[in-house]
């Protein structure tokens, strides 16, 4: 027995909108740590709240990994959301 599929919209409920972004933030930072330690790659991730608080994790120096990102030139794989 899995779990069920849950739909993706937004959380109304202020309170309920938070521990979920609070759990699931902690979730990806540790998906994006076992990454970076399973696959020995560089992982940045940049994180802003509904309130704009920044939160980041950096498998090594953030700012060098951002400065490999602004210099590269070569076409990638990326993604972006379907609103």
């Not at 938070?18 to 560089?42: H, I, W």
């Amino acid at each position: 027995m899995g779990r069920k599929k849950i739909q993706i919209t937004r959380i109304m409920d202020e309170r309920n909108r938070q521990v979920t972004f609070t759990k699931r933030k902690f979730g990806l930072m540790k998906k994006a740590y076992e990454l970076s330690v399973l696959c020995d790659c560089e992982i940045a991730l940049i994180i802003f709240n509904s309130t704009n608080k920044l939160f980041q994790y950096a498998s090594t120096d953030m700012d060098k990994v951002l400065l490999k990102y602004t210099e590269y030139n070569e076409p990638h794989e990326s993604r972006e959301s379907r609103k």
